[in-house]
């Protein structure tokens, strides 16, 4: 059957000829698992689609319509099976890091969120109690993302100045907060 026509192929495969399957795998399995191979770059995965694609069209074919080459059908069935496989894959790890963030949130126990708390909670004390310069500057600097310069134009006062308060709030909250440090690096080492 070396010689005969994909029309002829395709006839014979329809009156159930298993040689004209044959040969029809022989001719194009190793082109259609190229392709495959060349969007997956997994051997198994590629040699699976395929596999699944020549299956596919023993058990489809009585009910195949293909107007072209039998090459150019199996060309395209392969690549929408890659696309149908990529996609499943995205769904997949969609799915599971989904399920991690759910673990995750489920595992975040009540005293943790408490330690959170309690940690906004004094920050939020730390910034009223700053003196007034010091704590305008460091809100403009860390909530509202301004560079010193932007903040020194704003208050209409130098550089310099702007460094030196950020510096007292920074060493304000290092006092403030100090018995939070503990708590931090043990909330986030563990």
């Known amino acids: 059957?070396?010689?005969?026509?994909?029309?002829?192929?395709?006839?014979?495969?329809?009156?159930?000829?298993?040689?004209?399957?044959?040969?029809?795998?022989?001719?194009?399995?190793?082109?259609?698992?190229?392709?495959?191979y060349k969007k997956l770059y997994s051997k198994e995965i590629a040699e699976e689609l395929?596999?699944?694609?020549?299956?596919?069209?023993?058990?489809?074919?009585?009910?195949?319509?293909?107007?072209?080459?039998?090459?150019?059908?199996?060309?395209?069935?392969?690549?929408?099976?890659?696309?149908?496989?990529?996609?499943?894959c995205l769904v997949r790890e969609k799915y599971a890091s989904q399920i991690q963030w759910d673990h995750y949130l489920q595992e975040t126990n009540t005293e943790d969120i408490v330690c959170v708390n309690e940690l906004e909670e004094?920050?939020?004390?730390?910034?009223?109690?700053?003196?007034?310069?010091?704590?305008?500057?460091?809100l403009l600097s860390r909530y509202e993302s301004q560079s010193a310069n932007q903040i020194a134009e704003h208050l209409n006062i130098s550089h310099k100045t702007v460094e030196y308060h950020m510096g007292k709030a920074l060493k304000y909250l290092r006092v403030y907060l100090r018995d939070f440090v503990t708590l931090i690096i043990f909330w986030f080492t563990f």
């Open 50 to 88: 395929v596999q699944d694609l020549f299956t596919k069209l023993w058990l489809k074919r009585h009910e195949l319509h293909i107007t072209g080459s039998i090459e150019s059908y199996l060309a395209i069935a392969i690549l929408n099976a890659v696309t149908t496989h990529i996609r499943a």
């Open 1 to 36: 059957m070396r010689n005969f026509t994909d029309a002829y192929l395709l006839e014979k495969l329809c009156q159930n000829d298993t040689t004209a399957f044959e040969e029809i795998y022989r001719r194009y399995s190793s082109k259609v698992y190229r392709i495959a």
């Open 122 to 138: 004094a920050l939020q004390r730390a910034i009223s109690s700053m003196p007034e310069k010091s704590k305008e500057v460091f």
